[in-house]
């Protein structure tokens, strides 16, 4: 059978499709861009006729059909690896758990802990190619994993999604498929952040620690945006990216000529990252691109793979951190507010890299609903909140009043170098803190 034919065969409606989903099923939707719309539809307009159907997700940028038709949780139990705002959201109402990963482990997860709990993949993707791939376009991830894992497959597809390059990982071929839908659906984009004065400051002061032939990892969030953005205008030649999330800071650094990949340890000559999220110039940019290369998150995210590329600068964003330099991007006390992603296994990989750095940002302080400045650096984390990089791997923190170097350094000289870039007005009582906390010495000085 020719692969059209077998096109043909398998090509049915998602109302049909779904019909394969049974009660107690765990269902996987995939990352971001490859979650489907069509397949939602259908699955949530079964919500009366279903029991207990589990769900796994990773970093919804949509309100899925099933929150909506399902809003008190009765039928579908959400469970997302990483919250994008809308998880957020509906986790404030009740509706999404989390699942606690390191990105480079997800993969690892399915295959390793999670090999008979995917009953159905529902994965959006490409159009077939004539070898009968279809690919997993913005969303490479941990999508290939999930699709081994699952009993049956059902990839819903949009012509309109860009073909990533690999890589590995990148596609699944029709012979592994069960069912395919056609339905028309969004290609989503997002807007790059206008940045704030506080946040220039900071990406300056990032950027200042990059030399030439620096590999960059640029995470999740506006800062790291900017700082891409001041990359781009910058003096510097010959960057690299290994990224986890293409986005459109690394097409503006190759269309200012600084992007070459040039002394890249690994994948030499190649963009690498395992997601994208951008503007349509990005997908632009990235369709059927050798110049990029897009790999399963237990290879970006692998720290010794980033190891490899000396120079290595990882540039994440931060919520909170303590004055033992432990550091939360990831919940506010116990409110999550999205995940540990992969900023630690960049902050570990880039800290390995020779001449490499672990950059975390963090604006210096913020405005609570009562219209109190608050400050990001704290005494102690707030109660509940979540760990993301140990104090033990925290390297270098920016605010917006400069850096603080943490690495190797004791208690107290954490304390005098983070206490130096908090907000001026909250430095003397961190101070005071410090002393209460036998983490200030008669020696250390107030800058
Ligand atoms: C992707 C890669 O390439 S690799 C690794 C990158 N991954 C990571 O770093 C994972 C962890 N990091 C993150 O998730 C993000 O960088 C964040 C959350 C730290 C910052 O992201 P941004 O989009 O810049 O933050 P933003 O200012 O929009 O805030 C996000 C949410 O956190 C809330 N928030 C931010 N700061 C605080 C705070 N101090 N206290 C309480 N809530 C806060 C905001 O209100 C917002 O919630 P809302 O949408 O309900 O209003
Ligand atoms: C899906 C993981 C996103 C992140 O690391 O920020």
């Known amino acids: 059978m020719s692969y059209a034919d077998e096109y043909r065969s398998k090509l049915t409606s998602p109302e049909d499709a779904v019909k394969i989903v049974k009660n107690g099923d765990w269902v996987e939707l995939g990352t971001a861009m490859g979650h489907s719309y069509a397949l939602d539809k259908a699955l949530a307009n079964r919500k ?4 207990d159907i589990k769900i796994r997700s990773t970093l919804s940028l949509k309100e899925h059909e099933i929150w909506k038709q399902d809003p008190n949780g009765e039928t579908f139990t959400f469970n997302s690896w990483y919250f994008g705002g809308t998880d957020r959201k509906n986790h404030d109402k009740g509706l999404v758990n989390c699942i606690p990963m390191l990105f480079r482990n997800e993969p690892l997860l399915y295959r390793k802990c999670l090999y008979n709990e995917v009953d159905v993949a529902m994965i959006r993707v490409t159009s077939m190619n004539k070898h009968g791939y279809f690919n997993f376009h913005c969303a490479v991830a941990a999508t290939a994993a999930q699709c081994e894992m699952a009993k049956k497959i059902i990839v ?3 012509p309109k999604l860009p073909w990533a390059m690999g890589g590995s990982e990148e596609c699944i071929h029709i012979s592994k498929v069960d ?7 969004p290609v989503e984009t997002l807007a790059p952040a206008i940045p704030t004065e506080v ?3 900071i990406a300056q ?3 200042d620690e990059i030399v030439d032939g620096s590999c960059i990892q640029l995470g999740i969030g506006g800062m790291p945006n900017t700082v891409g953005t001041l990359l781009a205008e910058s003096d510097l030649k010959d960057l690299g990216c290994q990224t986890e999330m293409m986005v459109d800071a690394y097409y503006h650094l190759y269309m ?4 070459t990949n040039k002394f890249k340890g690994i994948d030499k000559g190649k963009s690498t990252y395992t997601f994208s999220m951008g503007s349509p110039f990005l997908y632009e940019w990235i369709d059927n691109n050798p110049g990029l290369a897009a790999y399963a998150s237990n290879y970006i995210n692998n720290p010794y793979n980033i190891a490899m590329n000396d120079n290595m600068v990882s540039i994440n964003n931060c919520l909170e951190v303590d004055l033992f330099g432990q550091v939360s991007s990831e919940s506010s006390g116990t409110r999550q507010i999205s995940g540990t992603g992969g900023q630690l296994d960049f902050a570990t990989g880039a800290f390995m890299s020779r001449g490499g750095k672990s950059i975390l940002c963090c604006r210096s302080s913020y405005i609570d609903k009562q219209g109190v ?3 990001r650096i704290i005494p102690t984390l707030s109660t509940g909140s979540i760990v993301t990089v140990p104090r033990s791997q925290t390297h270098i923190i920016v605010t917006e009043y400069g850096k603080a170097d943490l690495a ?3 208690t107290w000289e954490r304390t005098e170098r983070l206490i130096s870039i908090a907000h001026p007005d909250k430095r003397d009582e961190l101070i005071k803190e410090a002393e209460t906390m036998n983490i200030w010495r008669k020696t250390n000085k107030r800058v």
């Open 48 to 51: 009366d006729e279903l029991k």
């Open 156 to 158: 819903e597809v949009n």
């Open 179 to 185: 069912f395919i839908v056609e339905a028309e659906s």
């Open 199 to 201: 946040e220039k400051k």
């Open 205 to 207: 002061f990032v950027v």
């Open 256 to 259: 200012a000529g600084k992007l």
């Open 373 to 375: 400045l608050q400050s």
């Open 408 to 410: 190797g350094r004791s």
